[in-house]
């Protein structure tokens, strides 16, 4: 699905999410980046929402959120369910797993 509507209501949306969904202060007192806004409201938000970011962002700046996700952002289970939605979506393979913090690591 491509992008529909214009930078400035992807903006409003990603404020309005960031509101709803992101609900700590960052270490730095600076604002939450846009991929972390995104990632939250990917990982946690509800149907609506999730339709509202494919409609107003589209599958491809979606996928940049997960390709550059740190650590802790997507659950195993929101990282599977965008995987298949963006990989069937793009037509191309994402990572089979979220990025994991390095104490969530199996053994080498």
Known sequence: MSAQHS???ANDLVAELGDKYVWWRSTND???SEER???QAMNLGTYD???R???TLGDERLAQVM???QPGWFSDRSWEFWRGRLSLALGRAFPEEAPRRSFDAPPS
Do not use: G, M, V, Y
């Open 30 to 32: 600076a604002h939450h």
């Open 67 to 69: 390709l550059k996700a």
């Open 53 to 55: 970011l494919e409609r």
């Open 49 to 51: 929402d999730i339709r």
């Open 7 to 9: 930078s400035e209501t």
């Open 37 to 39: 806004i995104l990632a």
